[in-house]
């Protein structure tokens, strides 16, 4: 990816929406998917006047996520105004913290052991929506401005495309198990802009090209991935080639970096107090409040879940990586069988299912399936009741909303399996008849032979006989004619 004279250093910018019913500073309503401008008000569209009031609930979540990556909580910040002129900031500057962030340091910690530190969070509004597709108009949609967002900023502790890949699953992963918000890239909920220059070793940083509003995980990939090698080339052919201090964005079409804007610095946002807004007080109270209600993150659930439960590292990232999975996983747990069966129909099942809208719509208001259901799935593929694939059959209905109770769907879609010993042995008998051939091979050793009588026994019982249970039937039939 880079030339192998140059090392890449790379710092990101990520903003997260929190999930308040309301903005940051008015009352407005703070959904996804409105009509728009439906959800505006003399504050948040910046009439003469208006004056803001901060939303308790955002700096909640707020010290929640600070306390998720272990940063260090000032009692006392500041709130800024950040002076630009663009359509979709109604009001012609942004309240944000500058000087005073309420947050500093904490990180996230790779799978190499190294941790990503962070240098600040800090609270802000988000801007409105600009939308240039129509032509030679551009519309805006303000149901956006106000909105409660925190920036983490990062040292510029990354090298790589794929450590900023792992960083932000990592943050992303934390700050939706701590509760702060949905952290959905396709809503705007997560964004990310990057810094990235490149040195020689043992010479100073070369000159910082930010790559802006980056709303997927695979974009910010691509397009260091391509930035590295953009300015690899540059570099490579010297004078005359120098890299620019500028914005860039990713057009994913072309697979290419191109130029937004020349970057600003601090002095270009004429930062200053925000004379409407006093200091932001945070009590000891509350963020012992916020501590105690912050729930174990994945990092910790990983490792419980191969340590205690015996599970593997793989069904532990599965499980870890969705706090709907998650739950879901802990409240079946209580009254499952197995933890390793619980996990192999989340995982084969459940986890598919999610990707579908409704099925996830459905499971932001609780449970995609009811944890008994799941548990009792569970202890049926156990104790052979049911095969692995019936148990599968009856999750695939359930979390797509199916309303009949496990035992209604077990018996119309004709899922039990039949144990009755009498009813086995004659199906047993019957595909042993003409079949001396086969039991022979058996005999012989030849355990794979079991195969074409087991299916016999299939086809008579409708799928329905327990194949554990012929198997040994069968063997035990074919040594018994032998004697």
């Given at each position: 990816?880079?030339?192998?004279?140059?090392?890449?250093?790379?710092?990101?910018e990520?903003?997260?929406?929190?999930?308040?019913?309301?903005?940051?500073?008015?009352?407005?309503?703070?959904?996804?998917?409105e009509?728009?401008?439906?959800?505006?008000?003399?504050?948040?569209?910046?009439?003469?006047?208006?004056?803001?009031v901060?939303?308790?609930?955002?700096?909640r979540?707020?010290?929640?996520?600070?306390?998720?990556?272990?940063?260090?909580?000032?009692?006392?910040?500041?709130?800024?105004?950040?002076?630009?002129?663009?359509?979709?900031?109604?009001?012609?500057?942004?309240?944000?913290?500058?000087?005073?962030?309420?947050c500093?340091?904490?990180?996230?910690?790779?799978?190499?052991?190294?941790?990503?530190?962070?240098?600040?969070?800090?609270?802000?509004?988000?801007?409105?929506?600009?939308?240039?597709?129509?032509?030679?108009?551009?519309?805006?949609?303000?149901?956006?401005?106000?909105?409660?967002?925190?920036?983490?900023?990062?040292?510029?502790?990354?090298?790589t495309a794929?450590?900023?890949?792992?960083?932000?699953?990592?943050?992303?992963?934390?700050?939706r198990?701590?509760?702060?918000?949905?952290?959905?890239?396709?809503?705007?909920?997560?964004?990310?802009?990057?810094?990235?220059?490149?040195?020689r070793?043992?010479?100073?940083?070369?000159?910082?090209?930010e790559?802006?509003?980056?709303?997927?995980f695979?974009?910010?990939?691509?397009?260091?991935e391509?930035?590295?090698?953009?300015?690899?080339?540059?570099?490579?052919?010297?004078?005359?080639?120098?890299?620019?201090?500028?914005?860039?964005?990713?057009?994913?079409?072309?697979?290419?970096?191109?130029?937004?804007?020349?970057?600003?610095?601090?002095?270009?946002?004429?930062?200053?107090?925000?004379p409407d807004l006093?200091?932001?007080?945070?009590?000891?109270?509350?963020?012992?409040?916020?501590?105690?209600?912050?729930p174990?993150?994945?990092?910790?659930?990983?490792?419980?879940?191969?340590?205690?439960?015996?599970?593997?590292?793989?069904d532990?990232?599965?499980?870890?990586?969705?706090p709907?999975?998650?739950?879901?996983?802990?409240?079946?747990?209580?009254?499952?069988?197995?933890?390793?069966?619980?996990?192999?129909?989340?995982?084969?099942?459940?986890?598919?299912?999610?990707?579908?809208?409704?099925?996830?719509?459905?499971?932001?208001?609780?449970?995609?399936?009811?944890p008994?259901?799941?548990?009792?799935?569970?202890?049926?593929?156990?104790?052979?009741?049911?095969?692995?694939?019936?148990?599968?059959?009856v999750?695939?209905?359930?979390?797509?909303?199916d309303e009949?109770?496990?035992?209604?769907?077990?018996?119309?879609e004709?899922?039990?399996?039949?144990?009755?010993?009498?009813?086995?042995?004659?199906?047993?008998?019957?595909?042993?008849?003409?079949?001396?051939?086969?039991?022979?091979?058996?005999?012989?050793?030849?355990?794979?032979?079991?195969?074409?009588?087991?299916?016999?026994?299939?086809?008579?019982?409708?799928?329905?006989a327990?194949p554990?249970?012929?198997r040994?039937?069968?063997?035990?039939?074919?040594?018994?004619?032998?004697?």
């Amino acid at each position: 990816m880079t030339n192998a004279d140059y090392a890449a250093v790379i710092g990101l910018e990520v903003h997260c929406q929190l999930g308040t019913r309301t903005k940051l500073f008015c009352g407005c309503r703070n959904t996804f998917g409105e009509p728009p401008n439906t959800h505006v008000c003399p504050v948040c569209s910046g009439q003469p006047g208006a004056l803001p009031v901060l939303n308790e609930a955002a700096v909640r979540l707020a010290v929640r996520a600070a306390l998720a990556v272990e940063g260090t909580i000032r009692a006392t910040s500041d709130f800024d105004r950040k002076n630009y002129f663009y359509c979709d900031l109604p009001k012609g500057y942004q309240i944000t913290q500058f000087d005073a962030p309420y947050c500093q340091g904490g990180g996230v910690r790779l799978a190499s052991g190294r941790t990503v530190r962070l240098r600040r969070i800090h609270l802000e509004e988000d801007a409105g929506k600009a939308i240039h597709d129509r032509g030679d108009a551009t519309l805006v949609d303000l149901n956006r401005a106000g909105v409660p967002l925190i920036e983490a900023v990062t040292e510029a502790d990354l090298q790589t495309a794929d450590e900023a890949h792992e960083f932000l699953t990592a943050l992303k992963e934390m700050l939706r198990f701590a509760g702060v918000s949905d952290c959905d890239m396709e809503k705007g909920s997560l964004r990310c802009d990057v810094n990235v220059s490149l040195h020689r070793p043992g010479e100073p940083w070369g000159t910082k090209v930010e790559l802006k509003n980056l709303n997927s995980f695979r974009f910010v990939r691509d397009s260091l991935e391509h930035e590295i090698a953009r300015q690899s080339g540059l570099l490579e052919r010297g004078a005359g080639h120098e890299i620019r201090q500028e914005t860039r964005l990713w057009d994913a079409d072309r697979a290419e970096t191109r130029v937004m804007r020349s970057k600003e610095d601090a002095d270009d946002y004429r930062y200053f107090p925000e004379p409407d807004l006093p200091a932001l007080v945070i009590p000891a109270t509350l963020i012992e409040a916020e501590r105690a209600a912050l729930p174990e993150l994945p990092a910790a659930k990983r490792a419980r879940y191969t340590e205690t439960l015996g599970l593997s590292a793989y069904d532990a990232d599965l499980l870890s990586s969705d706090p709907v999975v998650a739950h879901l996983f802990e409240a079946a747990l209580e009254t499952a069988a197995s933890p390793k069966s619980l996990a192999n129909l989340i995982a084969n099942e459940v986890v598919p299912a999610l990707a579908e809208p409704a099925v996830r719509a459905r499971a932001e208001h609780g449970h995609p399936v009811a944890p008994a259901d799941l548990a009792r799935v569970t202890r049926e593929v156990e104790s052979g009741a049911i095969h692995a694939n019936g148990g599968r059959r009856v999750l695939e209905l359930l979390v797509r909303g199916d309303e009949r109770d496990v035992d209604r769907i077990l018996q119309e879609e004709h899922l039990l399996l039949v144990t009755d010993e009498a009813a086995l042995e004659r199906w047993c008998r019957q595909a042993l008849v003409g079949r001396e051939d086969v039991a022979r091979e058996v005999r012989a050793g030849k355990t794979k032979a079991i195969g074409a009588l087991m299916g016999a026994v299939m086809k008579a019982s409708h799928g329905q006989a327990a194949p554990e249970r012929v198997r040994a039937l069968l063997q035990r039939m074919i040594d018994e004619s032998e004697a």
